[in-house]
């Protein structure tokens, strides 16, 4: 069961990777063998992905930060409640 996952995940890695390289080196002088320039959509996925995904992980550093100073303020007040 291990192994026919371990074939299937490097089969699906070459097929992908000769995908982006039809796009880059195609074989015939037209073009890429489906027409399709995959490297240039992937460049433009990513260039849309990269500012929401730092929106996303500034928004998480943000909430772990004020996570951290209200537990830190909690344990203060406690502290002062069992002073008294």
């Known amino acids: 069961?291990?192994?026919?996952?371990i074939v299937l995940g490097i089969l699906l890695v070459l097929v992908g990777l000769g995908l982006f390289v039809d796009s880059v080196?195609?074989?015939?002088?037209?073009?890429?063998?489906?027409?399709?320039?995959?490297?240039?959509?992937?460049?433009?996925?990513?260039?849309?992905?990269?500012?929401?995904?730092?929106?996303?992980?500034?928004?998480?550093?943000?909430w772990i930060q004020f996570d951290e100073s209200k537990s830190q303020h909690e344990m203060a007040e406690i502290k002062k409640s069992e002073k008294k």
């Open 1 to 5: 069961m291990g192994a026919g996952k």
């Open 25 to 62: 080196y195609p074989l015939t002088g037209d073009g890429p063998i489906l027409g399709i320039t995959w490297l240039t959509n992937f460049l433009v996925v990513l260039t849309g992905v990269i500012p929401i995904f730092l929106i996303l992980i500034g928004l998480f550093l943000a």
